[in-house]
Structures are given as C-alpha cells and as structure tokens.
C-alpha cells in the first residue's frame, strides 16, 4: 500500500484540494489499469442484508463522493460495498470555504460542507458512467437530503424527487436526516416530523417497485447526539414503517473532546477517534429495540479492525468508514475485512 507515503504530502494541502488530489490519482490510476492490478486482496466476510448479499461487511460512508463521480476508482480498494451522497434535487454550492479541518492529534475531522453537490441530474449521468453498479453486482447506496432552501414543511417534496430518480440505480437508498451542516435538518428526525416523511417514502417505493419490477431497501441515518430515549422511539417508527435498515451514525456537533485543539472549536460535525464511542453508543440502543428487525450499520470512528469489531458486538450488521480512510488509507479496509472474517 502507497498511501503511507503519500499522506504526508497531501496533508500538506487544504483538505478539499487534497480530496481532489487523491481523486485525480486514483481516477488516472483506474484509466491506465494500474488500479486493478494493484488491488488489495480483501478477506470475504459475505453477510445478507436488507435483501442483498454484501461480499465482504466493509463499505465506504456516504460524503466522500458526492457526486458519484469515482465510484470505479473506489471498487478497486476492496469496499464490499459504496455509498454515495448526499444529494440533493437541485444543484447547491454548500457552505462557505474553509468548511473541512483535520485535527490530526485526534485522528478527527470537522466538516461543514453543507450538501455540496451537482445535484441529482447530473449525479446519475456519473452513476450510468460507472461500472460498478447494482446491475452488474455491486452494491451501491444512494443517499438523498433536501436543498438546504427547502423548508421541513417541504422536505419529503425534495426527499421524493431523489428517490423517484435514484430508485432505479440504487442497491439500496439512504435518507439522510442527520446531517448537523444544513439549519434544521435534524428535526425531521422528532418522531412527528419522521412519521410522516417514511410513511411517503414507503408508499412511492412500492410505487416504484412496480414500475421498475425491484425492490430497492431504504435506510434512514441517524445523528449520534440523541438520548437513548430518542434513539428508541426512532426505531420503533423505524419499525413501524417497515423501513429496511438504519445507519448509526452521522457526524456530532459534540466537540468536548477536541475543543482544546486547533481547530477544535470549528463549526460542523466531527468525525473519527472522537466519534467511536458516541456511535457505538447509538448502535447499542438501537440493537435494544431492534432485535435484530432489521439491520444496523455502523459508523463513526472506526480506525482499526478492532474498532470495527466493537460495532458488529454492539449490534451492527455491516460497517461503513470515512475518516479512518483519510487517515489511515485503503490499508485499513483490508485489516476490518480481515478482523471480520474472522468473527
């Protein structure tokens, strides 16, 4: 594995310019073949879930690419399956930069990028181009917000329109409700504002199953910073609804634990070591009423095999990385594949 190597120079760059660094390299390296024949031989930890079957439990969390413009270069680093997103109906620049900071002490990011996207036209032109699709069996997430200009009152509108128009391309769909970046977003996870948007959601997937002749799961991701109280009452709708499976977590807005650190005090979620606790947390509050209803997905600070492991004992089915990547390269999913393969 390079990447080792290459770490140092690309932290010597801004956060968002090093994304599109890595990108680029990564995108060369599948155009010329190199990403193929160097890619890691990952240990197969196959586990059914949400109706499909995963090859190995480890997959890339949405936000890394947005815009589904480098799904191909990521199947070559061994993820058993790849999430894409957020996007939104409509195009949006996001927050102003700079919106992502490392905390490298901490092995942390925060982020307040804010739905950044090209929005869902052009997001799909991306997903027809890749070759790793749920057609030719790869599985592939979608993750759907609303426009940080529509107001809850509207959102299942924009939240509609992403499913309608990514049903059909999507192993599976991921409503995000979590996110800290865009005002109000985490409201619709009250149980009141909940309802209502899963129960449209549910009635236009059966809709679309019929019009595309699959069914397509929906998952719903979650924010780290609820009460167990809340988390409960999140998975009995979650039941209720007959959703098929519940991301925990999102980034937090806890800060607690960097706030003596550069950047520390910055504004956005925070992600990495920081996380792991809070996110297990969740799992396992989860796991309590679920009982294994339907499947959990880990993540949030998984830096390690065995960081990965403590999500699948605390109740998750599947994990999902982002920050540990950053930090610790493709090598760290063939370590958690490894460390699950061998539970």
Request: glycine fraction near 10%; include cysteine.
């Amino acid at each position: 594995m390079l990447y080792p190597l290459f770490r140092p120079l690309l932290f010597t760059l801004d956060p968002e310019t090093a994304h599109d660094v890595a990108f680029a390299a990564l995108d060369a390296a599948v155009a010329c073949g190199a990403a193929q024949l160097t890619a890691p031989r990952v240990a197969a930890s196959p586990v059914r879930a949400m109706g499909l079957d995963f090859p190995n439990r480890v997959g890339l969390a949405a936000g890394l690419d947005k815009n589904a413009a480098h799904i191909d270069g990521l199947a070559t680093l061994g993820f058993g399956f790849i999430e894409c997103g957020t996007v939104t109906p409509r195009p949006q620049p996001g927050n102003p930069k700079p919106r992502l900071f490392r905390l490298p002490e901490a092995r942390a990011l925060i982020n307040r990028l804010g739905f950044n996207n090209d929005g869902v036209e052009r997001f799909l032109e991306n997903v027809a181009r890749s070759r790793f699709t749920s057609k030719s069996g790869g599985i592939l997430g979608l993750n759907i917000g609303r426009n940080f200009d529509t107001p809850n009152e509207r959102a299942v509108d924009d939240y509609l329109i992403c499913l309608r128009a990514v049903y059909g391309s999507a192993s599976y769909v991921t409503v995000n409700i979590s996110s800290p970046n865009t005002s109000g977003l985490r409201a619709l996870q009250d149980v009141s504002a909940l309802t209502p948007l899963l129960a449209a959601l549910k009635v236009e997937q059966a809709v679309l199953a019929q019009k595309h002749g699959k069914y397509t799961p929906l998952a719903v991701k979650i924010a780290p910073d609820l009460s167990a109280e809340d988390v409960g009452r999140i998975a009995r709708t979650l039941l209720e609804q007959h959703v098929d499976g519940v991301i925990a977590t999102n980034t937090t807005t806890d800060h607690s634990a960097v706030g003596g650190l550069p950047h520390g005090n910055e504004a956005g979620g925070l992600s990495g070591g920081p996380l792991r606790e809070k996110s297990t947390a969740a799992i396992h509050a989860l796991a309590q009423v679920l009982d294994g209803a339907l499947p959990i997905i880990g993540v949030g600070g998984i830096m390690s095999g065995e960081d990965a492991q403590e999500k699948i004992a605390a109740g998750a089915t599947l994990v999902q990385i982002y920050t540990g990547l950053i930090y610790r390269g493709p090598e760290l999913i063939v370590e958690i594949a490894e460390a699950l393969a061998q539970r």
